[in-house]
């Protein structure tokens, strides 16, 4: 019963797949990779252990993850996906003011977990570009990039964002794509960002 449960279930995020496609092209130079959200919001979902199976099973090599959560996290020990995880959207301007909050953040989020293998710190979840918190994004990319350099880990985990789409022009393919000029003031301290750690955007 479990069993069926889970492959009912694959649809549902592969569906999820284009964004993280879109997303995962942005820093790679090698082309794009396949990766599958994994959202934990729901009911009757399969459990940690038992999604891990269809990742392995359809050869999809990387996970993102909407926010810290500790059994999908240790579910993911020893196995070769890529985990991708978001930064909530309500600790961005805390962690964005505070360097303290950004270590804390790392140090219970990431550094915990031996053998779980981060790729990307992905700060805020598709937060609304023009809203309240915008401004935060950017000072709480760079907290969080030195509590990772701190924690010696600057050359095997990237920092970046995951953008709303509404950001985009929405002309696909990924390769084709770039961002509407309106969205420039939210983009601008990013991509000084970015730019400043070339590190960041090569994977
Ligand atoms: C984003 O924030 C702005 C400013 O607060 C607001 O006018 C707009 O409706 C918000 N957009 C969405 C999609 O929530």
């Known amino acids: 019963m479990a069993k069926s449960h889970v492959v009912a279930k694959v649809p549902s995020i592969v569906s999820n797949l284009l964004l993280f ?6 820093f790679t130079t090698t082309g794009a990779q396949i990766g599958v959200c994994y959202g934990t919001l729901g009911k009757n979902l399969p459990t940690p252990r038992e999604i891990i199976s269809p990742y ?8 993102r993850l909407y ?27 805390d962690i964005a003011s505070n360097q303290a909050s950004a270590d804390d953040w790392v140090q219970k989020y990431v550094i ?15 937060l609304n570009a023009t809203g309240p918190l ?8 760079e907290n969080i990039q030195n509590a990772i350099s701190k924690a010696g880990l600057a050359n095997k985990i990237k920092v970046s964002i995951a953008v709303y789409p509404i950001i985009l022009q929405e002309c696909p393919p990924p390769s084709k794509e770039s961002f509407k000029l309106d969205y420039q003031p939210f983009l601008d301290p990013i991509i000084s960002f970015l730019v400043r750690k ?3 955007v090569v994977s």
């Open 21 to 26: 496609g879109i997303l995962i092209a942005t």
């Open 198 to 200: 070339p590190i960041s």
């Open 112 to 126: 915990t977990y031996g053998n779980v293998n981060f790729k990307y710190i992905a700060v805020g979840n598709e």
């Open 67 to 93: 926010c810290p959560n500790n059994d999908a996290v240790k579910a993911l020990r020893g196995s070769n996906i890529e985990l991708m995880l978001c930064v909530e959207n309500e600790r961005l301007q």
């Open 56 to 63: 392995n099973q359809n050869d999809v090599k990387r996970m």
């Open 134 to 141: 915008a401004p935060f994004v950017g000072p709480a990319m």
